[in-house]
């Protein structure tokens, strides 16, 4: 059984940058996609980028593009989220994810606390 354990999170003031970590344990470790989806109080989760485990291609949300770099090390079984220019908006707990098939995933972490001040 794969577990996903985030670290990382924190707070900052707007601007500023976190990355987020994210290790996953088990025997056996091999998913097609990991990707990173927040949730903000009140809100509902949201996708933010996900990365495929071999190929290294990236996708983004509109929102985060240009700002956040998601990226992985397949030697250690960790993808990571480098965040820049954080604003306000971005405040939420971030989750990791992965995915066996190129839709949906199969396994999450416990989630990560962010919070940008303004």
């Known amino acids: 059984q794969v577990q996903l354990v985030e670290s990382g999170g924190g707070s900052v003031q707007a601007g500023g940058s976190l990355r987020l970590s994210c290790a996953a344990s088990?025997?056996?470790?091999?998913?097609?996609?990991m990707g990173w989806i927040r949730q903000a109080p009140g809100k509902e989760r949201e996708f933010v980028a996900y990365?495929?485990?071999?190929?290294?291609?990236?996708y983004y949300a509109d929102s985060v593009k240009g700002r956040f770099t998601i990226s992985r090390d397949n030697a250690k079984n960790t993808v990571y989220l480098q965040m820049n220019s954080l604003r306000p908006g971005d405040t939420a707990v971030y989750y990791c994810?992965?995915?066996?098939?190129?839709?949906?995933?199969?396994?999450w972490g416990q989630g990560a606390q962010v919070t940008v001040s303004s």
């Open positions: 994810a992965a995915g066996k098939g190129s839709a949906g995933y199969d396994c």
């Open positions: 088990g025997r056996t470790f091999s998913p097609v996609r």
């Open positions: 990365i495929y485990w071999i190929s290294g291609r990236t």
